[in-house]
């Protein structure tokens, strides 16, 4: 499963200025913290000018909330996308069952601990902004929209029981993921493995698998 965490890296012709100053913003917040980036360190690195920056975001507020919000689904739609390309090519119920393993592992992973809290504190600054909250509701919805969509393309190979309603396990699936950032911050291995062994337990049943 591709690794999705934004690197700085030169400008393309098909990315935008607006682009880079986002994936600059996510890199620095993820380096230093939020609170310590300024202005500047953002334009050096990035190579946009302050004309720019202010085009696109208004202010460095505006461009830390772009970058938030990119920081919350940062994983989640390519591994979306990872389920449905390779749901794709497969064509049996075992091949479908060792790639949910697989993507399971992958989402739960210790190598996902640093974004699984990542997406707690953007939840917490979304409770100081009406509309900053409401992008991150469409971001998160759109997440499970796309996730029902791969679903239901395993349903229609019969990798999947025919009646799982996919867009209401989406909405399950996405809100348990997200309280695994809760047992990261309680920080018991014993309480996490047990986690993580009912909750597969429970995704291949309501998938029946």
């Not at 949910?100 to 992973?109: A, C, D, P, Q």
């Not at 601990?113 to 917490?124: A, F, K, N």
């Not at 009912?198 to 029946?208: D, E």
Request: proline letters at 1%; charged letters at 25%.
């Amino acid at each position: 499963m591709p690794n999705t965490a934004s690197h700085l890296r030169t400008a393309t012709p098909k990315e935008s200025t607006r682009d880079v100053l986002v994936r600059t913003a996510v890199a620095l917040i993820d380096e230093i913290g939020e609170p310590h980036l300024r202005l500047e360190t953002v334009l050096q690195r990035s190579g946009a000018s302050v004309s720019s920056l202010y085009h696109y975001f208004g202010n460095l507020d505006g461009l830390l909330c772009a970058a938030n919000i990119e920081r919350f689904n940062r994983y989640a739609f390519a591994d979306i996308e990872y389920l449905r390309e390779h749901t794709i090519q497969i064509s049996t119920n075992e091949q479908f069952r060792e790639l949910v393993e697989k993507m399971l592992g992958m989402v739960y992973s210790e190598d996902r601990r640093i974004q699984r809290r990542h997406r707690i504190d953007t939840v917490h600054h979304a409770s100081a902004s009406e509309d900053f909250a409401s992008e991150i509701g469409a971001r998160h919805k759109a997440a499970i929209e796309q996730l029902s969509s791969a679903l239901e393309l395993a349903k229609e190979k019969r990798f999947l029981r025919q009646d799982l309603d996919t867009l209401g396990f989406s909405a399950w699936f996405l809100g348990n993921s997200f309280g695994r950032g809760l047992l990261d911050i309680v920080d018991d291995e014993h309480i996490s493995d047990l986690w993580l062994k009912t909750h597969k337990n429970a995704c291949f049943q309501l998938l029946g698998m």
